[in-house]
């Protein structure tokens, strides 16, 4: 079993920086792909970034390419997504996922799913 709780985020300016950590428990959590998405206020949610369960590899949705990057630390049970150059269109309620298959996370169909956290950015 693994539960995983997004933290990090907040209101921060356009252009600006934020970093979002998923603290996971349970001991298998260097087997599952690790993945972000976002969701905002009247929208689908969308993908956003995902990490294999040994960090080598990584993915990215074209919106946040050069902008964001996803790394995780296995000995601490924690996957980062750190976001800069903030737009205001990156505000959204932002969703930390888990799953066996790298094919799973990334298209939305993971086990696991955090709470979320807001992350606003102004213009």
């Known amino acids: 079993q693994v539960q995983v709780v997004e933290s990090g985020g907040g209101l921060v300016q356009a252009g600006g920086s934020l970093r979002l950590s998923c603290a996971a428990s349970g001991r298998t959590f260097s087997s599952y792909a690790m993945a972000w998405f976002r969701q905002a206020p009247g929208k689908a949610r969308d993908f956003v970034a995902a990490i294999s369960w040994g960090g080598v590899n990584t993915y990215y949705a074209d919106s946040v390419k050069g902008r964001f990057t996803i790394s995780r630390d296995n000995t601490k049970n924690t996957v980062y997504l750190q976001m800069n150059s903030l737009k205001p269109e990156d505000t959204a309620v932002y969703y930390c996922?888990?799953?066996?298959?790298?094919?799973?996370?990334?298209?939305?169909?993971?086990?696991?799913w955090g709470q979320g956290t807001q992350v606003t950015v102004s213009s």
């Open positions: 996922a888990a799953d066996p298959r790298v094919s799973e996370v990334t298209t939305g169909r993971g086990d696991y």
